[in-house]
């Protein structure tokens, strides 16, 4: 079966940093593009992040600059590291795979796990 599991959230003070970690398992997790997002209570999906297969990362305008994505294709872990966190980037994080057929910027995912929740006081 395929899995995506997203762990390391958590309660940080604005300006602080996480590191969350995605791991995967049940598929040739290198020949897939791996995404992270969020979604804040009330507000509706936003990708945050995605790594294509060949290692190259998309980040979206409301990170860039803060946050980190990397891989491991011998762990098939994903991970982002957040730094100069805002009360803003509140929210739920989870990991998703995205379909061999589309590419990171379609933000499109076929499987996604349950996601960690990250909390930014002010």
């Known amino acids: 079966d395929v899995q995506l599991q997203a762990s390391g959230g958590g309660l940080v003070q604005a300006g602080g940093s996480l590191r969350l970690s995605c791991a995967a398992s049940g598929f040739t997790f290198d020949d897939y593009d791996i995404a992270w997002f969020r979604q804040a209570s009330g507000k509706k999906r936003e990708g945050v992040q995605c790594i294509d297969r060949d290692g190259r990362s998309y980040v979206s305008a409301s990170v860039k600059g803060r946050f980190t994505i990397s891989r491991d294709n011998v762990k098939n872990t994903v991970d982002l590291q957040m730094n100069s966190l805002k009360p803003e980037d509140s929210a739920v994080y989870s990991c998703?795979?995205?379909?061999?057929?589309?590419?990171?910027?379609?933000?499109?995912?076929?499987?996604w796990g349950l996601g960690t929740l990250v909390t930014v006081s002010s």
């Open positions: 998703g795979r995205v379909p061999r057929e589309a590419q990171c910027t379609d933000l499109e995912y076929d499987y």
